[in-house]
């Protein structure tokens, strides 16, 4: 018997509410995976330009002053 059979077998017994906890765990889990796998790559220019444009916030004329934020 494998995991996934003694998982179904034990969220069967639970009651219909924490079968859907369960379901929530699973997501979680699949979610987290997902973010591990993709974490090591490394985001691209338009990636991460579109990340901070989700904020609204213009970035256009940025420019990083490294003594600047050395200072701080």
Known sequence: MGYADIIAREANSLPEE????VLDFIA????RQHRQGT??????????EGFFRSFNVDTSNFKFDREEANAR
Do not use: H, R, Y
């Open 28 to 31: 979680f889990l699949k979610v």
């Open 18 to 21: 924490q079968q859907a906890e």
């Open 39 to 48: 974490a090591s790559i490394p985001m691209t220019a338009k990636e991460i």
